[in-house]
């Protein structure tokens, strides 16, 4: 699909990779709907830049866990902008659940965001798609649905269902829809990290550095203009899955 003149929403839209992401397709030419959840002031600025570029946007706040908002942002959205062409899944809540507790509020927050989210807002986009015969939904996953992450239970049993989702989607939406995910890899680090913590993930790539969050908005564009790539998992990750081996023999 060529992005110019399609419609994106992405969600988390506002901050960090969402950001990028949004500004990216952008600048492809592609008008944009960015959904966030608490970051009004991130918003508007997000929003200014992608206008700046010189195509429409539209910020709508939206927690994507509870379904009555997700119904509202995608009613918005197709009346400003008659459809979504294109979906960015990229929100989630990147918080510690260790196992076992006593307090399940952290699952409940993590996976309502991480599951329950994408499978709301691409319940609501899909027929829209479906109807007008042409659609891409990326889905942003992450590394941790591949392999466990000490007291992140709830992050990595989201990002995997996101990619068991992604290969539902491509099946049941086909040949109409394309659904593809990214896996990223470190691309921006915790405010809490030290520069000692930075270097350290670094050096745990192939790489040897972090990625940045338009890396993962290059992914994103070649997935939405790949149009026989449907179904498919790219991680983007600087090597970091298979830096443990070359370590181990250095």
């Not at 902008?81 to 927050?109: C, E, M």
């Not at 913590?197 to 745990?204: D, G, P, T």
């Given at each position: 699909m060529n992005p110019t003149g399609k419609t994106a929403l992405v969600t988390?839209?506002?901050?960090?990779?969402?950001?990028?992401?949004?500004?990216?397709?952008?600048?492809?030419?592609?008008?944009?709907?960015?959904?966030?959840?608490?970051?009004?002031?991130?918003?508007?600025?997000?929003?200014?830049?992608?206008?700046?570029?010189?195509?429409?946007?539209?910020?709508?706040?939206?927690?994507?866990?509870?379904?009555?908002?997700?119904?509202?942002?995608?009613?918005?959205?197709?009346?400003?902008?008659?459809?979504?062409?294109?979906?960015?899944?990229?929100?989630?809540?990147?918080?510690?659940?260790?196992?076992?507790?006593?307090?399940?509020?952290?699952?409940?927050?993590?996976?309502?965001?991480?599951?329950?989210?994408?499978?709301?807002?691409?319940?609501?986009?899909?027929?829209?798609?479906?109807?007008?015969?042409?659609?891409v939904i990326v889905n942003i996953a992450d590394l941790s649905g591949l392999e466990p992450w000490p007291n992140y239970l709830a992050h990595a049993v989201s990002k995997a269902a996101l990619m068991a989702m992604n290969r539902q989607w491509a099946l049941e939406l086909a040949p109409a829809v394309r659904v593809n995910a990214i896996a990223p890899g470190p691309v921006l680090a915790p405010i809490e990290y030290s520069p000692?913590?930075?270097?350290?993930?670094?050096?745990?790539?192939?790489?040897?550095?972090?990625?940045?969050?338009?890396?993962?908005a290059e992914a994103v564009l070649f997935f939405v203009r790949a149009d026989y790539v449907t179904g498919e998992l790219l991680a983007v990750d600087g090597g970091e899955r298979f830096g443990h081996r070359k370590h181990g023999y250095e």
């Open positions: 988390g839209g506002a901050v960090r990779v969402g950001k990028a992401i949004t500004l990216a397709l952008a600048a492809a030419g592609a008008n944009v709907v960015i959904n966030y959840n608490s970051s009004s002031q991130a918003a508007e600025e997000t929003l200014a830049e992608a206008r700046a570029l010189g195509v429409q946007a539209l910020a709508v706040q939206a927690d994507i866990s509870d379904l009555a908002q997700v119904e509202s942002m995608v009613e918005q959205a197709e009346q400003q902008f008659g459809g979504i062409d294109i979906l960015v899944n990229s929100a989630s809540l990147y918080k510690q659940s260790p196992f076992p507790t006593g307090d399940h509020r952290a699952w409940h927050l993590v996976t309502g965001i991480g599951i329950d989210g994408p499978y709301y807002v691409t319940n609501a986009i899909a027929p829209g798609m479906l109807g007008r015969g042409e659609g000692e913590v930075v270097e350290s993930v670094a050096n745990m790539t192939l790489l040897k550095r972090w990625g940045t969050p338009e890396d993962i």
